[in-house]
């Protein structure tokens, strides 16, 4: 290292010499070394995945809590059931898995594993009181459901103790296929119009309709069936029918159809919407032709989605249009059952053989509503690009 000095200067009379300027050496480059009898790394998880070795402490730490809320509910504490020790389970557990987390980490990983198993245990909560349901219902109403004419004939002349082989859900499966079919024809154009109002059009009006459709979204289904009755049956004298059973389902499904609408079309891009009012179309041309092909998928799942709601109403029905045996075709000629009619008689009923059908057309009835949502699901799906070579 050499030091080398610079000329004096003379500034104001004074003379000031400047720093020694310091020659630093070249910097070299060193390759790494490969060790070609050293072991292969070992592959490293990926981000947000745990090791080996926390897969273990977390199975360990719950392990190891079920056995000490075994000992302290069923041979310590008098607090015998399975409830108690779900309840000492998810309570110890949460606390081991805090005490070996700790024991090795940080305290923003012992809060992580704390709230990893909050969540996991709410979802499995969740995911066994469905499968719970699906199950004891299904169990209690299988043995109809072996039998054909459940889903082909009616009640008519079926006694509450006559055998599984005579009767069936046909009528009521029909009415709820015509009462459907009607609410369809008035919520479908009304629930889209009033999604293309409050997105295309806007306005303070539109603020007022969006204000109102959110209220309606949480509006209990007795009060919908207690509109319909006292405006179309009390007020105009119309008779307790399958219209005004349709009518109080359209009320229901109306908001979750027009809230639906509203967010798929926000979801489409005003690029497309500027393109064509830029080659000259109408704002009507533009909702037509480019906004609603282009949201048609989200459209149907709104679709689907309020059919499912309104496919499971039994208030609004058995406000507006009672119970019948027999085939109804005629939706204004009289009182035509449906699927959540048929499931409240026959469960209100003191006889197991009507109980049985009961569980039997609730089982029907979830298989309906399970496969309406899978449609939904399917035809929410985008498509999948073709992958390019």
Same mark, same amino acid.
């Given at each position: 290292m050499t030091t080398t000095r610079v000329p004096t200067t003379r500034v104001d009379g004074r003379t000031h010499e400047a720093e020694p300027v310091v020659a630093r050496p070249r910097a070299t480059t060193h390759l790494p070394t490969?060790? %070609?009898?050293?072991?292969?790394? /070992?592959?490293?998880?990926?981000? !947000?995945?745990?090791?080996?070795?926390? #897969?273990?402490?977390?199975?360990?730490?719950?392990?190891?809590?079920?056995?000490? *809320?075994?000992?302290?509910?069923?041979?310590?504490?008098?607090? +015998?059931?399975?409830?108690?020790? %779900?309840?000492?389970?998810?309570? %110890?557990?949460?606390?081991?898995?805090?005490?070996?987390?700790?024991?090795?980490?940080? #305290?923003?990983?012992?809060?992580?594993?704390?709230?990893? !198993?909050?969540?996991?245990?709410? /979802?499995?909560?969740?995911?066994?009181?469905?499968?719970?349901?699906?199950?004891?219902?299904?169990? #209690?109403?299988?043995?109809?459901?072996?039998?054909?004419?459940?889903?082909?004939?009616?009640?008519? !002349?079926?006694?509450p103790r006559d055998p599984f082989d005579r009767g069936g859900i046909g009528h009521a499966i029909v009415g709820s296929a015509i009462e459907l079919g009607i609410a369809i024809a008035v919520t479908l154009p009304l629930g889209i119009g009033t999604a293309v109002f409050m997105t295309e059009v806007g306005g303070r009006f539109a603020v007022v309709v969006r204000t109102i459709v959110e209220a309606m979204t949480a509006l209990p289904s007795i009060v919908a069936g207690l509109f319909v009755y006292t405006v179309l049956i009390v007020a105009l004298?119309?008779?307790?029918?399958?219209?005004?059973?349709?009518? *109080?389902?359209?009320?229901?499904?109306?908001?979750?159809?027009?809230?639906?609408?509203?967010?798929?079309?926000?979801?489409?891009? !005003? +690029?497309? #919407?500027?393109?064509?009012?830029?080659?000259?179309?109408?704002?009507?041309?533009?909702?037509?032709?480019?906004?609603?092909?282009?949201?048609?998928?989200?459209?149907a799942t709104a679709l689907i989605l309020g059919v499912a709601r309104g496919v499971g109403e039994t208030s609004p029905v058995l406000l507006t249009s009672g119970v019948a045996t027999f085939f109804v075709t005629n939706p204004t000629d009289g009182v035509m059952n449906s699927l959540p009619l048929f499931i409240f008689k026959g469960a209100r009923s003191p006889e197991p053989m009507d109980i049985e059908r009961a569980f039997a057309a609730a089982t029907v009835l979830l298989v309906l509503v399970l496969v309406l949502f899978v449609i939904a699901r399917l035809v929410a799906r985008p498509p999948h690009s073709r992958s390019s070579r």
């Open positions: 490969r060790d %070609l009898d050293a072991a292969p790394p /070992a592959p490293r998880p990926g981000l !947000g995945k745990p090791t080996a070795e926390e #897969r273990f402490a977390t199975v360990g730490s719950w392990v190891s809590a079920f056995a000490l *809320a075994w000992l302290v509910t069923q041979r310590i504490l008098p607090l +015998g059931g399975p409830a108690w020790l %779900l309840v000492v389970w998810f309570v %110890l557990g949460l606390l081991m898995s805090a005490v070996t987390t700790s024991m090795s980490g940080r #305290r923003v990983d012992v809060v992580d594993r704390v709230v990893a !198993g909050v969540v996991t245990s709410g /979802a499995l909560v969740v995911g066994a009181a469905l499968v719970s349901t699906v199950v004891f219902v299904v169990y #209690r109403g299988w043995e109809p459901l072996l039998h054909l004419n459940f889903f082909v004939d009616d009640m008519a !002349g079926v006694g004298g119309f008779p307790r029918s399958g219209f005004a059973a349709a009518m *109080a389902l359209s009320v229901m499904m109306l908001p979750i159809i027009a809230r639906a609408a509203d967010v798929v079309l926000r979801v489409v891009p !005003g +690029g497309l #919407r500027e393109a064509s009012l830029a080659l000259g179309a109408s704002r009507w041309r533009t909702v037509w032709h480019v906004v609603l092909p282009t949201a048609r998928p989200g459209l």
